[in-house]
């Protein structure tokens, strides 16, 4: 496919404004003669550089396809990457692209989202901002240091954005400081979101997953031409944060789709990666059904459905069609013509030592999900509210077991003191904040912590592995508008520090960055370079000590005020090892006293008496003490 490119000069266009103007509002663009690279097969480039404070200065090339717009008939299908778009005479690359399409109208921001939103915000307000959205989105940005090369090139890390697999944007950040600062190259990419990038008819006619599909499109694409804007393609680190954790935790698993394609990982906050966030494909046969009943779709054949489902418009699909939660989901056995991209559960295919053997970097907050955990930040909860929470929980983990026997409804409590022996704070405290925070704690551990720990013990035995966990809460007020102050660090904003956010966010009322948090900021952002450069985040500049995961010494790098390793002092190990270990044993046994049948597992048929399941539990948590303490 050839476009065909009118040559111009006009670097003020409306996109590069809006660039400039809110996601950049420190940038200017330079008077210097645009930049110019040659892709082969597809065309000539002419970038833009930009400019912060007057003296730095990188280059920027943007909207640049890495694959087929997926429309028509490509809509609900692999990205295609033979015979890529190209154009005749130079394609302005200094525009932003549009966004792949995402509902505006439906979206319910999480609380951590609504405040990040306003702290990007130059006017400190989570007023939308205006963005166009297109199925045509398949483009990805390079962001290159204004510097001598270096003799093996630079460094590049691949970004993936956050956003649940259902919004977001690789514009929402902003890569200047990590290139000018640290001399990497940076590439930020667009990938199909909910609908049109995680639609599955269970079968050959749309097998899912093509949002994933997209990103092993452009890590190809990256693969083949990033030499050209002097990028070292022996080495690229995969980062994402969020459900771009996710996908970066599934690249390592992903069958051929990626491999070869990438040297390093960098995975934070990746929330259910390696269970819940993958799901067998039948968990969507009653979401099919919906959304042709939805839009009037013939459901069979599957052919027809999805005839009628191209034909839909863009906006039409987002805003009216059911509310699912799409996602990635095991495509193994669904089509004959399409590449699987998830053969088997993450959990599943790590623990059989089907992962790629690449260093990682892995982490998470100390209060991720805690802004929406939290609900009134002023208001507490009381222990009867916080034991019911609790209980929920591990009431829904026992939904999941088929029970033929209702003596089973009387053994659920005996899973609940379990989980309470850890958690319910004894003695009893009146604290009703405090009660709030031991909540977070709570999800914290079960959702981020053991995955991460489970996931580090699992691939540490083939390679190197570095664990943080982030607690740097900036000092900086107007950055911590609306966190409690006693709360840690939400998700999200461990990235104030990784993407230099203090030399760039503008905050309300002028209120300045203080130059602590700039140095904080300084310092993260050469650990994450070190790791892209070096597979080490410690390698140089940077005098702290950070050993890597072992099973034999599981550290976990605090980043606080004194960046130590973690002891049993400041890293519940006992939690740890209490979701990993013993809790799935405590599932077993309350399944196995009723003679139940695992969802997910096989028959069980041995039953089990109360007093039996008394003694199971009891020794359970004895063991559990004992190897703790």
Not at 90 to 106: E, G, K, L, M
Not at 183 to 198: M, W
Not at 259 to 277: N, V, W
Not at 565 to 570: G, L, P, R
């Amino acid at each position: 496919m050839k476009v065909r490119i009118i040559e111009s000069d006009k670097m003020t266009s409306s996109l590069v404004k809006l660039f400039v103007g809110i996601m950049l509002p420190h940038i200017i663009l330079s008077a210097r003669d645009p930049p110019m690279v040659t892709i082969p097969g597809q065309g000539q480039l002419m970038g833009t550089y930009m400019k912060m404070f007057r003296i730095q200065t990188v280059i920027a090339y943007l909207g640049i396809p890495y694959a087929h717009p997926p429309i028509a008939e490509k809509r609900f299908a692999a990205p295609i990457v033979d015979g890529l778009p190209s154009w005749e005479g130079v394609r302005n690359a200094s525009t932003i692209p549009p966004d792949c399409w995402q509902s505006t109208v439906r979206r319910t921001k999480k609380r951590h989202d609504e405040i990040f939103s306003q702290l990007l915000s130059k006017s400190g307000n989570d007023e939308e901002e205006q963005h166009t959205y297109d199925e045509d989105c398949l483009y990805l940005n390079v962001f290159i240091p204004d510097a001598p090369v270096p003799p093996d090139g630079y460094a590049v890390i691949v970004w993936l954005h956050s956003g649940d697999f259902a919004h977001g944007s690789p514009f929402e950040l902003n890569p200047f400081q990590l290139v000018f600062k640290q001399k990497v190259i940076v590439v930020t990419i667009a990938y199909r979101l909910n609908v049109f990038g995680f639609f599955t008819t269970l079968d050959g006619e749309s097998p899912g997953n093509f949002g994933l599909m997209d990103q092993s499109a452009a890590l190809l694409w990256i693969n083949t031409n990033i030499k050209h804007f002097n990028g070292n393609d022996s080495n690229i680190t995969l980062f994402g944060h969020g459900a771009g954790g996710v996908s970066t935790a599934l690249h390592l698993t992903s069958g051929d789709w990626s491999e070869g394609m990438f040297s390093r990982a960098i995975i934070m906050s990746p929330a259910g990666f390696l269970d819940t966030a993958v799901k067998d494909a039948s968990a969507y046969a009653v979401s099919l059904d919906r959304t042709a009943t939805t839009f009037g779709c013939f459901r069979r054949p599957t052919s027809m459905l999805m005839q009628c489902m191209r034909g839909i418009s863009p906006q039409k699909l987002v805003d009216t069609g059911p509310e699912l939660d799409w996602g990635p989901i095991v495509d193994n056995g669904l089509s004959n013509t399409t590449l699987m991209y998830i053969p088997d559960f993450p959990r599943n295919m790590i623990e059989k030592g089907l992962v790629r053997k690449v260093p990682v970097l892995i982490g998470y907050t100390d209060t991720e999900d805690g802004l929406d955990i939290a609900g009134d930040p002023k208001t507490g909860i009381t222990l009867d509210v916080y034991e019911n929470i609790i209980g929920e929980e591990i009431l829904g983990d026992l939904s999941q077991i088929e029970s033929n026997d209702t003596m089973c409804e009387g053994n659920t409590q005996m899973a609940l003191e379990a989980v309470h022996f850890l958690y319910k704070p004894f003695p009893p405290i009146t604290d009703q904040l405090l009660l709030k925070r031991k909540l977070v704690d709570f999800s914290t551990e079960r959702y981020f912590v053991a995955p991460i720990m489970t996931f580090a013990n699992l691939i540490s035995k083939h390679v190197d592995v570095y664990v943080y966990r982030f607690d740097m809460k900036p000092r900086t007020s107007g950055a911590t508008k609306g966190i409690p102050s006693w709360m840690g660090v939400p998700h999200k904003f461990d990235l104030i520090y990784i993407w230099g956010l203090p030399y760039w966010v503008r905050l309300p009322d002028n209120q300045v960055w203080e130059s602590t948090d700039k140095r904080i900021a300084d310092i993260i952002m050469t650990m994450w370079a070190n790791f892209a450069k070096y597979a080490n985040p410690t390698e140089t500049g940077i005098y702290i000590k950070w050993d890597n995961f072992t099973q034999e010494h599981p550290g976990v790098l605090i980043i606080d005020r004194n960046f130590n390793m973690s002891d049993h002092n400041t890293l519940n190990y006992r939690g740890v090892q209490f979701w990993t270990d013993y809790y799935p044993k405590v599932l077993h046994f309350a399944s196995t006293c009723c003679n139940g049948t695992f969802l997910e597992g096989g028959q069980v048929e041995n039953k089990v008496s109360m007093a039996s399941l008394v003694v199971v539990i009891s020794s359970i948590v004895l063991q559990l003490l004992l190897r703790i303490t």
